[in-house]
């Protein structure tokens, strides 16, 4: 089995939007965090996904939080880290400071500015709805601080003209080794579906490793169409609770278990950290 | 969960292709078949998908084959039945006597003329190479049968143009309640891909249910595909053996089983037998 | 011919981000706006889609200037009337009065928040980057004048994701008859390329009516594309001052010629005014 | 502007199907043949597709009719020749003998059997229907001789499947240098629609030229389309007759001058002999 039927599982640890009073199970603490990164590492995942949070559950943009959640996941195991730099209602500066002093293999890149909601078809209403900025200039303030740091973008696309805009900045030579997320199911962006997945995944450049992210129980059918059309995967609590309808998952690791059993039976293997290092082309920490 | 997320899982129980020396667990026997009809339904089946074959395993045409075949299986449980009509070198007479004697709730409709190929990558050479003859002429010949006899024709479809090759036959009025096979992975025929499954299954005509079939272990990212893109499963040990590489499956059962796990891990449900009856809207027996 | 081949034809008459210094042909007054409307009328448009300037050619959002415009072109021709909402930097009460006060047929319905940027690989930079700020609050309030007044939304979306933000407007009721606009090339939104065009167009809903808008010169391969795929057209030197390298169009007229002549050359027809009512379900004035 | 925005223009001359009571302007002999390829070569076409014929009109598979076809046609214009191969009810001997004598710079190569029909919704039955004839093995026969005398195949592909096909004969090294034509519109081949080309043409090979052959009227809706798509094209009596609804070519100069203007109304330019030469890679004669 080659290279090429390896699949990067990423588990996304905790995210910031929800609580523990919603799932008793996300972590909040750099050691629970931690933990959480164990258990996805022997699940099978080689990446994890982290936003940071206060002691009390409230997001953190604090470099030393990041700092502990680093070392305390290097402690128990060799998974690849890649820590987020999104956020709404936050100064760029905070939301890249953690990069620049920790270095972590991957930060996440967000490629475009739109309407972020979220609708309820039992309310007839939005549920929330912001706008999420993401204008060029603060990407290419976080990409260069990425390329003098050796960081890898994992450019973060939530719909068509997100993974579009990769063109310009790759013509202007700043955007060079990277990695694209697909994220579908944001109302505003593109809808959770593996028709618009084989059309969007299908535009990606040649050699670049994809991988789709589902938020909410619409995950798993994304995980089934990504495992079909050759790409990677993401799950863990930060996008969805449901191992099924009605089965919260007792942690990240029983979702990155489901993942790789997904995994194997359309016949291909999880990559070990190792091959995902070579598959996404990252440095070694 | 409405039955537009519900899955109707068919068994291709043995072929006519493939024999016990490749595989021990083939049912040869109507009694045989029939025990593996049960497995299926045991398993999660709601659609047996079936071709005739002597008592040594080789390819039978005889009436009373399928006759024994069909009140045996009626006698262990209500799968709905669908026999086979396709054969290279066998006179289109021959091909239709048992539909028209037995009047199974579905029969296979093959929608097109094509080279029939299989590749070795290995060998660089054709493992086999024919032609399969469904001029128009005989497709309107079964259909003639089928549409007499209150008989769903499950149209095969093995290319984008068999699909589109009913368009002619509906603006007829020939062609009126049907569902629609993509089969994928055939030489000649269109490839296993996802991509191609996206396309091809979004030119389905509204309303008309439609199924992927996989040959060889291919199928599996083609039902995990289907699967995500809304449509029906077929398995069975006449598509592929194999569980997974190097483990073959003792029997349909495991096979469907499989399936069945990988319907519920993107969130649906197989259908039962009475759901399939409604979705796919063939009478009882 | 069926009114199915029959295309409606929009001259986007103005725009106000281009000037005289860069295309001596735009029409900034009252009446040399109704003068291009009539020359886009007498060429085969039926639409014409209008922004409104002062007599210096600077935008204006004043009520009596889209007045005059109106009463202008109504004294020319019969063209159905399609007012702008859109805007970079002003106040959504001002980009809404002049469709409460004067109800043209049609106001266009900018259907997302966006990055809205154009890049020049010759000098390797953007020339302009801005947020193009369209909240799902904002489109609610435009959607609520629009209902309240009988006046056709024409759903502008620039990418996947707001052409599918439609869908929860269509599940609350507010968002009913309507057509879309799928705009590409800006970047930011989806890029200009026909299989993009492909993919999206086959998402608007059934029995909606769509065109597509092309930004500068690649405007004309978006034509062709959206000619074959069964799409309405809109041109104008609000999009595109060329008719082909280096030749400008000498006003409006030109430009919707050679549109009615791709039309023609594809085995379509140019709808007329009565005809375009029809097709896109706008009352008479 | 590159290579990549210049246009082959392929004109099919004269085809077998159709005769002067159809259309007074096909030519029969190679005198006509020859000048109706000069006028296809002084409107803007680079290469010629050729059928021969008797004197009658009727098929001709004879190689001294070839050859004064070959001759006439040198003599008047540098133009690329491209002889047919395929026929319904001949020899596979008699359908390479010409090539095989005459080294002409392209041979169409039919990559797939296939029902070949033509459907009347007027009057609700088949104009005609056969079984076009090409498995495997006669494929790689004529693939056999081209190769042995440096003649590039055109493969000729009426179904996704018939493009697939491609693989197994690369993988073998037996299929180098070619290029695809993606024929669209015959019943029991893939149906003449945009959608269709956008996702089978995003299935050639990485730097293959193709181009699109429609049959019928609808063949100038796929010229737009392939023109979009950034594909060459195909037109000429052959194929369609008519420059609009009711208005028959009186030759193929007319077709080939709206297939240029078309070109150009897209902002292309045709290629030159020697600008096609090169994008289609192939040797002078």
Redesign the interface.
């Known amino acids: 089995m080659g290279l090429e039927d390896k699949v990067v599982i990423t588990a996304a640890l905790t995210g910031v939007a929800a609580n523990r009073a919603q799932c008793h199970w996300i972590p909040y603490t750099p050691q629970e965090i931690a933990d959480e990164a164990l258990a996805a590492y022997n699940a099978g995942a080689s990446v994890v996904h982290i936003h940071a949070r206060e002691n009390d559950g409230g997001p953190s943009w604090r470099v030393e939080v990041f700092r502990e959640i680093m070392q305390e996941i290097r402690k128990r195991c060799p998974i690849i880290i890649n820590f987020s730099t999104g956020a709404v209602f936050v100064e760029r500066d905070a939301r890249i400071a953690h990069i620049r002093e920790l270095k972590p293999e991957i930060a996440a890149l967000n490629m475009?500015?739109?309407?972020y909601?979220k609708?309820s078809?039992k309310r007839?209403?939005?549920v929330f709805?912001?706008?999420f900025?993401?204008?060029?200039?603060d990407i290419m303030f976080f990409l260069d601080t990425m390329n003098k740091n050796g960081i890898k973008p994992e450019c973060e696309c939530?719909?068509?003209?997100h993974l579009?805009?990769i063109?310009?900045l790759m013509?202007?030579?700043i955007l060079k080794n990277f990695q694209v997320s697909l994220i579908m199911g944001?109302?505003?962006?593109?809808?959770a579906t593996?028709?618009?997945l084989?059309?969007?995944a299908?535009?990606v450049p040649?050699g670049v490793a994809w991988e789709v992210i589902g938020i909410s129980?619409?995950q798993?059918?994304?995980?089934?169409?990504a495992?079909?059309?050759g790409g990677n995967i993401r799950v863990g609590l930060e996008d969805n609770f449901y191992l099924?309808?009605g089965n919260m998952a007792q942690g990240n690791g029983p979702l990155v278990e489901?993942a790789v059993?997904?995994t194997?039976?359309?016949?291909r293997e999880p990559a070990t950290v190792e091959e995902a290092r070579r598959i996404l082309a990252v440095r070694s920490p």
Chains 1, 2, 3, 4 share one sequence.
Not at 264 to 267: E, F, L, S
Request: net charge negative; proline share 8%; hydrophobic share 45%.
């Open positions: 475009g500015t739109m309407n909601a609708y078809p007839k209403d939005f709805s912001v706008v900025h993401n204008p060029f200039d939530f719909d068509l003209g579009e805009s063109f310009p013509d202007m030579g944001v109302v505003g962006g593109m809808a593996a028709r618009n084989a059309h969007v299908g535009l040649p129980q619409e798993w059918l994304l995980v089934a169409a495992l079909a059309l099924a309808p489901k059993r997904m194997r039976d359309v016949g």
